[in-house]
């Protein structure tokens, strides 16, 4: 009959609203569908880059940079200095950037060379045009484990330098906004403004 409350209702001394709330508040307690995973990212390969293969000569020889080291400047015995600087440079990974900056405060992409070359009693110039002028001149397919390697970044001069880590990838402090960190060679980014390849572990230290 329309209008009549049910015998449930008047049972248990319930008003049709209060049976209402009650019946909403139940449903908000209980758990929503779970929601779908996402599928899975698969990022596609970076271009190769294009780094032109060395013409061969007769002072290309693989064991001249491998001589002993009596680890003065400030460093142990190491036989390898390319390594060396690599573990360093990599302890600062995640550092942040500064421009100017030459201190695990804060880098920027040639303070980085800078205090990493330093911290093994190493000098090197300043600024990444000046160390790309003043490093032992590199072939491309020769690198090495604590090499330099150099960009011209939207201009005609070297602006950028980086540290070699082995594999076509260097650490680097890349710029504003963004800690020390590690790229390949083959982005295609870095592969587009690549300029050429440099070495200072092989110098004496002072």
């Known amino acids: 009959m329309k209008g009549t409350v049910p015998i449930s209702v008047r049972k ?3 008003s049709p609203l209060l049976l209402a709330v009650t019946v909403l508040i139940s449903a908000c ?4 569908p779970r929601a779908p995973e996402p599928p899975p ?20 020889d693989p064991n001249a940079d491998d001589e002993e080291w ?3 400047g400030g460093a142990s015995a190491i036989h390898n200095r390319g390594d060396e600087l690599v573990a360093v440079a990599m302890s600062f990974r995640g550092a942040r950037y500064r421009y100017g900056g030459a201190t695990p405060d804060g880098f920027d992409c040639s ?3 800078f205090y990493t070359h330093r911290r093994l009693g190493l000098e090197v110039p300043r600024t990444s045009r000046d160390q790309a002028d003043a490093a032992d001149f590199v072939k491309p397919r020769k ?16 602006n950028h330098v980086g540290i070699y880590i082995g594999k076509h990838h ?22 587009e403004t ?6 200072f572990w092989n110098h004496l230290p002072n």
Request: aromatic fraction near 10%.
């Open 12 to 14: 248990w001394g319930l």
């Open 29 to 32: 307690s209980s758990a929503p």
């Open 41 to 60: 990212v698969i990022e596609s390969s970076p271009p190769v880059a294009n780094i032109p293969a060395p013409v061969t000569d007769e002072d290309d």
């Open 70 to 72: 009596d680890g003065s």
């Open 111 to 113: 303070g980085l060379v």
């Open 143 to 158: 690198l090495r484990r604590g090499d330099l390697v150099f960009f011209k970044i939207g201009s005609s001069s070297v």
């Open 170 to 191: 260097f650490v680097h402090a890349p710029g504003r906004g963004k800690p020390v960190t590690v790229n390949s060679l083959d982005d295609e980014y870095y592969a």
């Open 194 to 199: 690549f300029s050429s390849a440099g070495r």
